[in-house]
């Protein structure tokens, strides 16, 4: 095609003629000159295979969601590690500043873990008012390298069977096959020839190859179809008058299903897209009964990346068929949403299409060697500028892994490409995100485009633009916020215009703040800083300056959202790369002869453990018992310490409850039975200990321990009354921002006897959160081997000041 025809073409299709295009267009620009603040957050870990005991890794990125630049924006990221259970049993309160963070968790069996699959969740509170869209979710494996079969190899029993199971019960807890069509554009029309996709994924939503055969109503074979990638793939069929049409699918085990393709629809829109000459040609089709109840209308052509319009047209349709060029030029790297509407503003047809771009950037990754000794001490070198030579304005992080046997070259798992690029403007789960971003897979892009058509996005929240500004029910969290109010002692009236004094001990460091009550009572100290455990001294005086009121504290931090994560089935492949880390893990013991308590791991101080209290509880044994430790870590209300205090448990201000009941707890404070709604009355530093009974044990209470009761001993022994009247004045700690630890990298040029004593198969041997290239664009860095015949990963992940994300990869080996 001839660049003069491409630029008619354009032209052709840019024209606007109606009333309605305009008015699309004035509410387009107002969005563009005011677009919502929407935050997007990515986390790069260090690994995402982990032994316990271990420590997680993590830099945090918070982006702008349309320009995919650093967002200094919230301040406060909750970072939550979340069991196979479906329990939150580490959160992370991380400081962003300028959009970035950093922080880690320990993956100490005291918190309760064990081998399986782990989910990270990161969001912001500002996230939580667009649902959760943009919530971040990475999920982890945690496996034990010192038992034999810690990881059994799953029977393959998954059948085929129909999505109604009425009709062999037997198979109700089989996986199912699950197989869906989509026709390109969303609807099959008659008389119109159209693509449709296909997916198949079983009850896990792990994809299945399948293959069939399309037939319509009177049995006649139309096409036939097999599915190229991840149980996707595409076939042609051009729907006749009044026809029905189904699938015959054979499955991987060779059974046979019959799947129903959508209805067929006498009249209506398609967009298609098709790839000529390395461009993209977008086709409008129709059919002639369309065309006769619509004669000369007018078509509105919107195409959108993240939510901003990029490209506009309304033009008459006066055929059947109707192709243009799209302008590539025009859009931003990632997905674009073109939608058709008609002249009432009725969307007719949608098409999503990744627009990939060839990026101004020159970054390498360098070992000083490709063959290192053990304990060598290891030189990288970063360089990072543009296609012209210039420095490129960038933030980086870089994990370096012992591979463990796994020599891939690319992970197929996420990283920041795919994520902001692709899978967190896609719903639900993209299976191997990153295999869509590596250059090596010669098909990936008609593959992803396969992914566009099969896993849109109807119902995400670019859909509710430019209407996002509406509606802000969760705030921005500049800091850290200490709130509450003032009641009088007596009665729940509350004291208006108080004095409220506050002052926050931390590590030397003091800060100072004064505020007044309003009418409801309320003060609040808003934009705090400060990382680790404080010292909180709060202290209340009315208008005559005489100590009056007692202090009702709201809590701290925002309660977890709700947790969606379950545990799901392992594909072969998966399932035997954790073998093979888990095989390798072992060896490395047997083969340097340690215990596992002697591998030289992160420098941890850790308070001594207080022996377990066995003495039986005044209504019997108790099925659990906690007792916090003294230097222990401190939690900001009574239902986060229930959380992780206690296994298998659901706790909230709404609800406290077994998981194995569906109905709520007893609880009992000192000896009395207590309502939920005054639990937050206890600091959980005034907690001597909790105790469960649940089972036939609980039968002391009669019929209302019949779904298990909590036990909550405080210091005082005075129940819940003894912790709520503090008065006008108050001492407690408070815990601000994760107290993030430095990575821990052995130095072997200085002798050092303990570390000498142990055996270094240290499996992240490097970790750095912010890497930052000079005014020339380079950066170097550091580090010693650990003592391992392996071969050594290189990790480096990062965006530019402009919004490009980044991932380096490089590796090395280490042989005697």
């Known amino acids: 095609m001839t660049k003069k025809l491409f630029y008619l073409l354009i032209l052709f299709f840019s024209i606007t003629s109606t009333n309605f295009a305009q008015q699309l267009t004035d509410s387009i620009e107002k969005a563009k000159k005011n677009p ?96 959760d869209d943009f919530v971040f979710k990475k999920e982890i494996q945690i496996i034990t390298p010192n038992e034999e079969k810690a990881i059994q190899t799953k029977e393959n029993n998954t059948k085929a069977i129909s999505k109604d199971k009425k009709d062999n019960p037997k198979l109700e807890n089989t996986p199912e096959i699950i197989v869906d069509f989509f026709p390109e554009g969303g609807s099959l029309i008659e008389d119109v020839i159209s693509n449709v996709a296909f997916k198949a994924t079983d009850s896990y939503g792990n994809p299945i190859e399948i293959r069939g055969t399309i037939f319509d109503a009177n049995e006649k074979q139309i096409n ?100 243009f060029i799209l302008p590539e030029e025009n859009f931003p790297e990632g997905i674009t949403q073109l939608t058709l509407y008609d002249n009432q503003s009725r969307p007719q047809s949608e098409r999503l299409v990744y627009i990939e771009k060839k990026q101004n950037i020159d970054i390498s990754l360098t070992p000083e060697k490709k063959n290192y000794s053990p304990k060598e001490k290891v030189n990288i070198t970063l360089t990072a500028k543009n296609e012209q030579g210039n420095p490129l304005v960038a933030n980086f992080s870089i994990a370096a892994t012992d591979t463990n046997g796994v ?181 490395k013991n047997i083969l340097f002869n340690i215990p596992e308590e002697n591998q030289l791991k992160d420098v941890i101080i850790t308070s001594k453990k207080k022996k377990e209290d066995s003495s039986p509880s005044q209504y019997g044994f108790a099925d659990y018992t906690y007792i916090p430790e003294e230097k222990g870590p401190q939690y900001s209300n009574i239902f986060i310490l229930l959380q992780v205090a206690i296994p298998n448990i659901t706790a909230s201000a709404n609800s406290i409850r077994f998981n194995r009941y569906n109905g709520p707890a007893l609880i009992i404070v000192d000896g009395a039975e207590t309502e939920i709604s005054v639990l937050s009355s206890i600091a959980t530093d005034d907690i001597a200990k909790i105790e469960t009974i649940k089972g036939p044990g609980a039968a002391v209470f009669g019929s209302q321990g019949a779904n298990g009761a909590i ?106």
Not at 261 to 283: A, C, H, M, R
Not at 316 to 322: A, G, M, P, R
Not at 456 to 482: A, C, Q, S
Request: aromatic share 12%; glycine share 6%; with cysteine.
């Open 36 to 131: 919502p603040e929407i935050e997007k957050i990515y986390l790069h870990t260090d690994n995402n295979y982990y032994s316990i005991g271990e420590s997680l890794w993590y830099k945090a990125y918070s982006v702008y969601a349309y320009t995919n630049q650093l967002f200094d924006h919230s301040k406060i990221l909750y970072v939550e590690l979340i069991s196979p259970e479906s329990k939150i049993i580490s959160r992370n309160i991380t400081n962003l500043e300028g959009g970035l963070g950093h922080g880690d968790f320990i993956l100490a069996d005291s918190l309760g873990i064990k081998p399986g699959t782990y989910q990270l969740r990161a969001y912001t509170n500002w996230m939580r008012n667009y649902g």
């Open 224 to 323: 036939l179809f097999k599915s190229v990638h991840d149980g996707m793939g595409k076939f042609i069929i051009q729907p006749e008058k009044n026809q029905k049409y189904y699938a015959k699918i054979i499955t991987p085990n060779n059974n046979e299903i019959k799947v129903t393709l959508p209805d067929v629809q006498k009249t209506g829109y398609t967009l298609s897209i098709n790839t000529v000459d390395e461009k993209k040609v977008v086709t409008i089709k129709t059919n002639t009964a369309t065309l006769n109840q619509n004669p000369n209308s007018d078509l509105t052509l919107i195409c959108t990346t993240r939510g901003i319009t990029y490209f506009q047209g309304t033009q008459t349709l006066k055929d059947t068929k109707l192709s």
């Open 407 to 587: 020599n891939e070259n690319f992970d197929d798992g996420i990283n920041i490409c795919s994520y902001f690029l692709m899978a967190s403007d896609i719903k639900g789960k993209v299976h191997n995100p990153n295999y869509y971003f590596n250059n090596s897979n010669p098909r990936r892009l008609f593959h992803l485009d396969l992914l566009l058509l099969t896993q849109g996005w109807r119902d995400f929240v670019w859909k509710k633009f430019p209407n996002l500004n509406e509606n802000k029910n969760f705030k921005v969290e500049k800091g850290i916020t200490i709130a509450g109010k003032v009641e009088n002692l007596f009665g729940t009236t509350v004291k208006e215009n108080n004095l409220v004094q506050m002052v926050l001990l931390n590590k030397g460091n003091s800060i100072m703040l004064n505020d007044t009550t309003d009418v409801n009572g309320k003060f609040e100290f808003n934009n705090i800083n400060f990382k680790g455990t404080a010292t909180m001294l709060l202290n209340t005086k009315n208008q005559k300056g005489k100590n009056s009121g007692e202090f009702i504290l709201d809590s701290i931090y925002n309660q977890p959202t709700t947790i969606d994560f379950k545990g799901y089935k392992f594909l072969n492949n998966q399932e035997n790369k954790i073998n093979l880390i888990k095989a390798n893990l072992h060896n």
């Open 711 to 816: 036990l909550i001993y405080t210091k005082l022994g005075k129940g819940i009354n003894s912790s709520k009247k503090v008065f006008h004045s108050v001492t407690m700690p408070v815990n601000g921002y994760q107290n993030t630890r430095y990575f821990y990298s052995p130095d072997y040029s200085k002798p050092n006897p303990s570390e000498n004593n142990q055996a270094d198969i240290r499996n992240t041997l490097y970790w750095n959160p912010y890497i930052q290239p000079d005014e020339k664009g380079n950066a170097s860095f550091s580090y010693y081997n650990n003592e391992v015949d392996t071969t050594v990963n290189l990790n480096l992940e990062g965006i530019t000041n402009n919004g490009i994300p980044i991932i380096v990869q490089s590796s090395y080996q280490i042989k005697k």
